[in-house]
T-cell receptor
Framework: DTAVSQTPKYLVTQMGNDKSIKCEQN?????MYWYKQDSKKFLKIMFS???????INETVPNRFSPKSPDKAHLNLHINSLELGDSAVYFC????????????FGSGTRLTVV | DQQVKQNSPSLSVQEGRISILNCDYT??????FLWYKKYPAEGPTFLIS?????DKNEDGRFTVFLNKSAKHLSLHIVPSQPGDSAVYFC????????????FGSGTQLTVLP
């Protein structure tokens, strides 16, 4: 019974396309996140939603747009994909950070060709 | 500007010996620190955490040490086992960070049988 699930796990697409990555958590957490792991392996926060409201919006291109239809879901839509968007994207959730911080999904490896 | 740094990208240790992974931070507002473990094609999973009011936290074979004056923490694994081979991420959080975790770039630990 997966706590934080992301789909798809792998995504290969051409430059200029629009794609979405979906994330769902069944932990009852009130905060969800999108992190990007770049080629240097850093995990960098992109967005955070708390109870469907955007609370963190780091400097990412406008082509990236998160959508949270309810507090259990946080989807990431990317328009006009570029080569530099190739990375692994991780969804995570938390309840007040707590003692265990985040629970992560297994990641989506996006490759733009 | 990397606020959490893991300067060793990789570490190899013989099975049964101690593994010591290091992490440095620059933001004096950080007051909570976590270590995550990541296997290939999986998301990071929580390992151990420490609050800034403590200087040591132990959980089985894993111990985290915090030196606030040096802004340094370390993770000790003893004895190391082949199953410990993974990437270890240090993460930090603090006042005003809106539940955001700031991650280091990770250290690949390889435990040799």
């Amino acid at each position: 019974d997966t706590a934080v699930s992301q789909t798809p796990k792998y995504l290969v697409t051409q430059m200029g396309n629009d794609k979405s990555i979906k994330c769902e958590q069944n932990l009852g957490h009130d905060t969800m996140y999108w992190y990007k792991q770049d080629s240097k392996k850093f995990l960098k926060i992109m967005f955070s939603y708390n109870n469907k409201e955007l609370i963190i919006n780091e400097t990412v291109p406008n082509r990236f747009s998160p959508k949270s239809p309810d507090k259990a879901h946080l989807n990431l839509h990317i328009n006009s994909l570029e080569l530099g968007d190739s990375a692994v994207y991780f969804c995570a959730s938390s309840q007040d950070l707590g003692i265990r911080g985040y629970t992560f999904g297994s990641g989506t490896r996006l490759t733009v060709v | 500007d990397q606020q959490v740094k893991q300067n060793s990208p990789s570490l190899s240790v013989q099975e049964g010996r101690i593994s010591i992974l290091n992490c440095d931070y620059t933001n004096s507002m950080f007051d909570y620190f976590l270590w995550y473990k990541k296997y290939p094609a999986e998301g990071p999973t929580f390992l151990i955490s420490i609050s800034s009011i403590k200087d040591k936290n132990e959980d089985g074979r894993f111990t985290v040490f915090l030196n606030k004056s040096a802004k340094h923490l370390s993770l000790h694994i003893v004895p190391s086992q082949p199953g410990d081979s993974a990437v270890y991420f240090c993460a930090a959080s603090g006042a005003g960070s809106a539940r955001q975790l700031t991650f280091g770039s990770g250290t690949q630990l390889t435990v040799l049988p």
